[in-house]
């Protein structure tokens, strides 16, 4: 898979899973706290769950693609839990450089 792909796709995943989690909380808050509606998790729910198993995946894809080592793996994985850490993991592999292509291996190929 070419990395030109997986790098905005990772991005906007992580996004996505961010921004549902933030709709997800807050349709918890209504329901919970507020005690009005069941509305927002009932929206809110499918679409954090479909959107947290995309990122996992995503993760998995740019593990492969960008070659991460285990341990940035894992952390890419754990980001999805706490809420809008997706974001905070997106922000330091780019910064870190962990989203930039891998360089080409330089031995012929065999």
């Known amino acids: ?12 995943v992580a996004i996505a899973e961010a921004l549902s989690w933030t709709g997800l909380l807050i349709g ?5 706290i507020a ?5 927002g998790v009932q929206v809110f729910g499918p679409i954090h769950g479909g959107l947290f198993m995309l990122y996992v995946a995503v993760t998995l894809l740019a593990w492969r693609v960008f070659r991460w080592s285990i341990p940035t793996l894992l952390w890419g994985l754990f980001a999805s839990i706490p809420p809008l850490a997706t974001i905070v993991f997106d922000i330091w592999a780019e910064r870190s450089g962990r989203l930039d292509a891998p360089e080409r291996d330089t031995a012929p190929a065999r």
């Open 1 to 12: 898979m070419n990395p030109r792909i997986v790098r905005p796709l990772f991005r906007a």
């Open 35 to 39: 005690d009005t509606s069941e509305v």
């Open 28 to 32: 918890m808050y209504i329901k919970y």
